[in-house]
């Protein structure tokens, strides 16, 4: 039944919350199994974010029920905050409280045995020794995003929630970031992130993909692009653009996205797109391969799909 | 440089737009815009009165005759006393005096019309609580004025030689708690009550808000800490405050303005924690409502502004209509008020002010309710 039995480290089924009249999350089952990162992914206000604070206990969901790290999540919100890490969208430790000063108070609200010399270490770890003193208002979002993340490390939770951690973060520093999670990882610690960046989503274990409220797709990168169930031709060549607008108006043509110098037109029938794409194909300025669908591919057609559920 | 880049009126319009769109979002601030002037409105002109009336007045008589009945009576006919008390010794009225239940405790001595007739000018003893000299300046000009007046209908026949000047008898007032009427002995101790409802009500109230407002919130609730981890946590900081400013207040009130401290300052610096708390709690209830600092302020001002002007700290109380005695009564800074002038200037005990205390200590109760059952453990 807990995380050290080797049961998943959460299990929450029927989880719904609604603000006022409008269902933000509506009937999401979630499985995370223990040391494993979980990608979180959906376009903006899918509910990911709500989904999130329901775990940690930030709100009280309408309905739904399981465990987080084998406690209810409904009724045990004071023991698994003990456990759980959480790391905020927004920077919220202090902005006029020092590097040092912020990470002390996390780790005296956590009860941390020793904080001093917690913190001590999880400011080596970081590099930050010789800038303890700088205020955190005063730091880049790359530093303040390697602040929160220490600073929701200190009490060593055995999951950590992260929401859209790298964003606004440059490229090497969410490369930095990532090699970090694994490491977390590896030593066993459970992950959930959400991102809206493909290429972290490809670094996921498993991904679950919600919108509207709505889970609509769940499992490894592989397995995602699978349920999406598309067939998808690349092409390359002269007057792309005035191509993806013929493209868009036939039947049978479902999705059709550039991707740099090229375009991958999708369709849920393959036999269908087959026929529709056969005249194409002879054309002498374009060059077409069948390519397998991309998670971006997937992901623009759950976005699609969801939003016809929704209408 | 208005030439090569001249006003332009569309640009000037797309402004004022936007801000009368904003000014109506913010319904909060378009709310203070119209309710502070009705406040004041009211308040000033309905409210304060600085030509107060009807003092509640204890009268002792030892004389009884046609003539101490007809010096009640004129009292109460100048409008300025109200009698309602009748006491039969002199250590009663002083106790009312001292409680702060009369402002004025009027002696008509033994023998006063048997003196008055042999023209002796007897001599009527009117006692004030002259703590706030605003309050029973003109009410001591008004009885001033009465031994010319009183006896006109008395003095008839063979006692219409008295009915001139100079009045058959004198009126001895005595000005007790601030002999001198220095205005000052009343504001200053005043002020202490008023600088607490302020900084307290405002500090309290931002400072919850504030984690709102920049997220630092979503943080602290996603970690174990308790609601009254948090609350006491915020809530200490101000206590120290402010008992650093009545520190200040006092060595400033004795050593600047000679301020009088008959009372124990043990006694009010434990009345303090009560009055301290309440404006405290007062704080913590509204940053639960407000969402940014802004409106945390606004709601401060809204509560800072009745205070001040229906407790009695810049007009007089008795001044002021029934009703708005009523309310005022509910402000706590009402009652410190009664407090700390009974303890510094009237030498108040423990048991003079305990009438004072619970009332605060009541709005403290229900304040601090509010503020809990609304204070929420999660985003919700």
């Known amino acids: 039944m807990n995380i050290d039995a080797g049961g998943p480290a959460i299990e929450v089924r029927g989880l719904s919350k609604r603000f006022g009249d409008k269902i933000v999350v509506d009937n999401v089952d979630l ?116 602040l929160a993340l220490a600073a929701c490390l200190l009490h060593e939770p055995k999951l950590l929630l992260l929401d859209e951690p790298t964003a606004g973060v440059d490229p090497k520093a969410r490369r930095e970031f990532w090699d970090h999670i694994h490491l977390l990882a590896a030593r066993g610690m459970t992950v959930l992130v959400s991102t809206h960046y493909m290429d972290e989503a490809e670094r996921c274990h498993a991904l679950a993909y919600i919108a509207y409220g709505k889970l609509l797709a769940e499992g490894t990168a592989p397995e995602v692009i699978q349920q999406a169930g598309l067939h998808t031709w690349s092409v390359s060549g002269d007057g792309l653009n005035a191509l993806a607008i013929e493209l868009r108006a036939l039947p049978g043509i479902d999705m059709v996205v550039p991707f740099g110098a090229s375009l991958h037109v999708s369709g849920v029938d393959e036999n269908k797109l087959e026929t529709v794409l056969a005249p194409y194909r002879t054309r002498d300025e374009l060059a077409w391969s069948r390519i397998t669908p991309s998670l971006e591919d997937a992901f623009i057609r759950f976005m699609q799909q969801g939003q016809d559920n929704f209408q | 440089m208005m030439g090569s880049y001249p006003f332009s009126l569309a640009r000037f319009m797309a402004v004022l737009r936007k801000e009368f769109v904003q000014m ?15 406040l004041q409105l009211v308040l000033f002109g309905f409210a304060i009165n600085s030509d107060p009336k009807s003092l509640p007045t204890a009268v002792q008589v ?49 023998n006063f019309s048997r003196d008055l007739a042999r023209g002796e000018h007897p001599t009527l003893l009117v006692e004030a609580d002259a703590t706030d000299p605003a309050a029973t300046s003109n009410a001591i000009t008004a009885l001033q004025n009465l031994n010319y007046s009183a006896f006109q209908h008395d003095l008839r026949g063979p006692l219409s030689r008295f009915a001139t000047v100079p009045p058959p008898f004198e009126v001895r007032i005595h ?206």
């Open chain 1, 31 to 146: 499985v995370v199994p223990s040391g494993r990162i979980m990608g979180f992914l959906g376009p903006n206000g899918s509910g990911k974010t709500t989904t999130i604070r329901m775990l940690c206990g930030l709100l009280r969901p309408d309905a739904g029920e399981g465990t987080c790290l084998g406690f209810d999540f409904r009724t045990q919100a004071r023991e698994i905050k003990l456990r759980v890490g959480y790391m905020t969208q927004r920077f919220s430790l202090y902005e006029d409280l020092s590097i040092r000063e912020n990470l002390e108070f996390v780790a005296r609200v956590y009860n941390v045995a020793h904080p001093r010399k917690a913190v001590d270490q999880a400011l080596e770890g970081l590099g930050l020794e010789t800038r303890t003193a700088q205020l955190a208002g005063a730091l880049s979002g790359g530093w303040k995003q390697r």
């Open chain 2, 24 to 38: 109506r979002r913010d319904r909060l601030t378009f709310a203070m815009m119209i309710g502070v002037p009705l």
């Open chain 2, 62 to 110: 030892e004389d009884a005759s046609e003539l101490s009945r007809s010096f009640i009576s004129a009292m109460q006919n100048s409008t300025y006393f109200r009698i309602d008390h009748i006491v039969n010794d002199h250590t009663e009225g002083n106790r009312l005096l001292q409680e702060g239940e009369v402002q004025f405790f009027v002696t008509i001595p033994q």
């Open chain 2, 175 to 380: 000005r007790r708690y601030n002999p001198e009427g220095i205005t000052q002995y009343n504001i200053v101790p005043g002020l202490m009550g008023v600088v607490l409802t302020m900084t307290m009500v405002m500090m309290t109230a931002l400072s919850v808000t504030r984690e709102r407002e920049r997220g630092t919130m979503e943080n602290l609730l996603a970690t174990p800490v308790r609601p009254l981890e948090v609350m006491s946590g915020k809530i200490v900081p101000y206590i120290v405050i402010g008992y650093v400013q009545v520190l200040i207040i006092l060595v400033l009130a004795k050593w600047l303005f000679g301020v009088p401290m008959l009372g124990s300052l043990t006694l009010l610096s434990i009345a303090l924690i009560v009055y301290i708390a309440a404006n405290l709690a007062v704080g913590f209830t509204f940053s639960t409502i407000a969402t940014n600092q802004l409106q945390a302020m606004q709601m401060a001002f809204f509560f800072f502004l009745p205070s001040i002007l229906l407790s009695g700290f810049m007009f007089p109380f008795r001044g002021m209509p029934q009703w708005a005695q009523m309310v005022g009564e509910i402000f706590p800074l009402t009652h410190f008020l009664r407090i700390v002038r009974g303890i510094l200037l009237k030498g108040n005990n423990a048991a003079e002010i305990l009438p004072h205390v619970w009332p605060i200590a009541l709005f403290f109760l229900v304040m601090a309710i509010v503020a809990l059952s609304r204070y929420r453990e999660t985003l919700d």
